[in-house]
């Protein structure tokens, strides 16, 4: 089974800064997707970004963009100049690549408050 | 389009009673995945449906749970005999197909309160 941790319960910025999640998993896969969720107040989750495992380079888009070290098993987002409806709660997740089992195992979150 | 809609938003029931939650996934998509959020925890794998396959159900936590696809598209989730452990805000999600890497695209959720 795969476990996902996120050790940040809460991380809070201010407006325009940068703030960045952290994110470790654990398997024996060699090959996955990892993806951020974002979940805001209205509780509907929207997908930030996705790895794919066997590319080495970095995921980004716009404002958000990943540190994925593989070899640390760590895949970390981070949001640059933060806006006020970056308020939400982040989960990291994992996705097995090529089998049936497509199932999304995620990590506890981390609630992000964006201050004005 | 529309996207995936779940209903009721929010459920209230008595410990001992039976609960049904409804999901409406996007038109075309043929797998359809139930999660449970717990408070303060991340998303729980339940059940995953693919097209005309038998569901994964790995993830029920007990037989008191279980779910139905109906034609292919609509799900319910059937809770009996709730238990208070059984509050949490229950999520559908619905994908293209069942491949790895696609996206997920997730409901509002049902919030499940057991008094």
């Known amino acids: 089974a795969q476990t996902v941790t996120q050790s940040q319960p809460e991380m809070s910025v201010q407006e325009a800064e940068t703030v960045t999640l952290s994110c470790t998993y654990d398997?024996?896969?060699?090959?996955?997707?990892l993806f951020w969720y974002k979940q805001p107040p209205s509780r509907q989750m929207i997908l930030v970004i996705r790895?794919?495992?066997?590319?080495?380079q970095n995921a980004t888009e716009n404002r958000f963009s990943v540190n994925f070290q593989k070899a640390a098993k760590s895949f970390s987002l981070k949001i640059s100049d933060s806006q006020l409806g970056d308020t939400a709660m982040y989960f990291c997740?994992?996705?097995?690549?090529?089998?049936?089992?497509?199932?999304?195992?995620f990590g506890a979150g981390t609630t992000v408050t964006v201050r004005a | 389009g529309a996207g995936v809609s779940q209903s009721p938003s929010n459920k209230v029931t008595e410990k001992g009673k039976d609960v049904e939650l409804r999901c409406d996934p996007i038109?075309?998509?043929?797998?359809l995945y139930w999660y449970r959020q717990s408070l303060g925890q991340g998303l729980e794998f339940l059940i995953y449906?693919?097209?005309?396959?038998?569901?994964?159900k790995s993830g029920l936590p007990s037989d008191r749970f279980s779910a139905e696809r109906t034609g292919g598209s609509v799900s319910t989730l059937t809770i009996q005999r709730t238990q208070q452990e059984d509050s949490a805000v229950y999520l559908c999600?619905?994908?293209?197909?069942?491949?790895?890497?696609?996206?997920?695209?997730f409901g509002p959720g049902t919030r499940l309160t057991v008094l």
């Open positions: 999600a619905s994908s293209l197909a069942g491949t790895s890497g696609n996206e997920q695209f």
């Open positions: 398997t024996s896969e060699s090959n996955y997707y």
């Open positions: 790895q794919e495992a066997y590319k080495q």
């Open positions: 997740a994992f996705m097995k690549l090529l089998t049936n089992d497509y199932k999304l195992s």
């Open positions: 038109s075309g998509h043929t797998a």
């Open positions: 449906f693919q097209g005309n396959s038998a569901p994964d």
